[in-house]
């Protein structure tokens, strides 16, 4: 028969194995579990192994400190300009206080979920259609801001708040769609009419530069037309200047030569000519002849003046 003091030992041993098992505690990580004594709050629990007072310590909540995230449902809302859109979002947050988390607030997520709620339909609801489809950025970085500063009491940390996507009606969107064409036809008319503005400033430039250049050209050619006719001027001054002072020379016999040759070559150009197919004869022979006979006298006469310049050059040594 097992004795008394056996059955008391045992039930010692069992006892200490009970309050052993009941006052150790081992929490996981990424959880914080917290610590009540008689219903109140003592102490939280991070991560590890950790000793309670049995049967006077009791564990309260159990805290997930990891980051959540959970969708917002989706909602109506009526923009500054009076268009109804359906807008839905997801929420990033982590609890930073499991003391807080767990006592301040009933419901942790459905409180962040009823906020954002409220605040999409306040933020959205004070801009315009184009500027909500438009600055969907702004309303995430509002949100985040106001929902961040509203939570922290409850040891919570949003880190992100994004709109998943922001549905106008039916309507609106062909609506929409219609203004998009119109714009792009707008801007593309806008682009061919200063691209046709410019081809007319070019070629208008392009004319310019060429009426330029031509007036110059214009300028240049009489210029040398009128320094050609000034040579032949001078030159015709030159030779009148010549015949004038063989003429002084030379009396009638010069002047018959003159003439005789401007005679003679008059007389080959009707010759030559095309249309001169029958050429009579003689016109004025006499003075034809004469024309000859001056020619003759001038060549004497030079010929005269060049014996005496010869005899003339020969006497100058013999009288040295």
Excluded: C
């Excluded at 310019?208 to 300028?219: D, N």
Aim: aromatic share 6%; hydrophobic share 45%.
């Amino acid at each position: 028969m097992i004795s008394g003091a056996l059955i008391f030992v045992l039930a010692v041993v069992l006892v200490a194995l009970v309050l052993i098992f009941a006052g150790v505690k081992t929490v996981n990580q990424g959880t914080n579990w917290t610590v009540e004594r008689f219903g109140r709050y003592t102490r939280t629990l991070a991560p590890g192994l950790h000793f309670i007072v049995p049967f006077i310590d009791t564990i309260g909540r159990k805290m997930n400190m990891q980051e959540n995230v959970f969708d917002i449902p989706a909602q109506k809302v009526i923009t500054k300009d009076n268009a109804t859109v359906q807008v839905d979002a997801v929420a990033f947050y982590q609890v930073i206080d499991a003391a807080r988390a767990a006592y301040e607030v009933q419901n942790l997520q459905l409180a962040i979920t009823n906020l954002v709620l409220t605040n999409i339909r306040s933020v959205m609801g004070n801009m315009a259609l184009d500027e909500a489809l438009s600055k969907r950025n702004d309303i995430n970085n509002t949100l985040l801001a106001v929902i961040d500063q509203a939570t922290s009491p409850w040891g919570v940390k949003v880190l992100r708040i994004e709109v998943k996507d922001i549905a106008p009606p039916e309507d609106i969107v062909v609506a929409m769609g219609r203004q998009m064409k119109a714009e792009r036809e707008k801007r593309a008319t806008i682009l061919e009419a200063e691209g046709i503005r410019e081809s007319s400033i070019q070629r208008a430039q392009g004319e310019k530069q060429s009426a330029i250049l031509t007036a110059e050209g214009r300028r240049e050619a009489a210029f040398r037309d009128a320094e050609a006719r000034e040579r032949m001027a001078e030159a015709e001054a030159k030779a009148t200047s010549v015949v004038a002072e063989a003429i002084a020379g030379n009396g009638v016999q010069a002047t018959n030569y003159f003439l005789g040759t401007k005679y003679v070559e008059a007389l080959a150009k009707m010759g030559s000519s095309t249309n001169a197919k029958v050429f009579f004869l003689p016109v004025e022979a006499t003075g034809v002849m004469a024309s000859i006979a001056g020619i003759g006298e001038l060549a004497k006469e030079a010929q005269a003046r060049g014996v005496e310049a010869t005899r003339s050059r020969g006497s100058v040594p013999n009288a040295g």
